[in-house]
Nanobody
Framework: QVHLVESGGGSVQTGGSLRLSCAAS????????MGWFRQAPGKEREGVAA???????RYADSVKGRFTISKDNAKNTLYLQLNSLKPEDTAMYYC??????????????????WGQGTQVTVSS
């Protein structure tokens, strides 16, 4: 059974950093497309970052150069390093995974498995 548990969210000021983690179980992260998407109140879900089976990464334009996605297949854990945070980054961040698909950034919100989310709040 696929299970994803996010952690690491919190409240920071503009310019601050956070590191999100997603502990995965029930499947090998090395064989799945994995990614992060976010949703702010009243807004649509937005794919933020993706990492495919080969380790290639993709980012939304809004976070390029500030966020870094990575995974440790030995620990079955996905990470998202958030730097230079802005108030517009405030959202619930979700880890997602699927064995199917291209892992394109615009597909991350439609992956089959999600976690419960972790809140990121950036104050000005």
């Amino acid at each position: 059974q696929v299970h994803l548990v996010e952690s690491g969210g919190g409240s920071v000021q503009t310019g601050g950093s956070l590191r999100l983690s997603c502990a995965a179980s029930g499947f090998p992260t090395s064989r799945y497309c994995m990614g992060w998407f976010r949703q702010a109140p009243g807004k649509e879900r937005e794919g933020v970052a993706a990492i495919d089976r080969s380790g290639s990464t993709r980012y939304a334009d809004s976070v390029k150069g500030r966020f870094t996605i990575s995974k440790d297949n030995a620990k079955n854990t996905l990470y998202l390093q958030l730097n230079s945070l802005k108030p517009e980054d405030t959202a619930m961040y979700y880890c997602a995974a699927d064995w199917r698909g291209s892992c394109a950034i615009d597909t991350i919100t439609r992956l089959n498995y999600w976690g419960q989310g972790t809140q990121v709040t950036v104050s000005s």
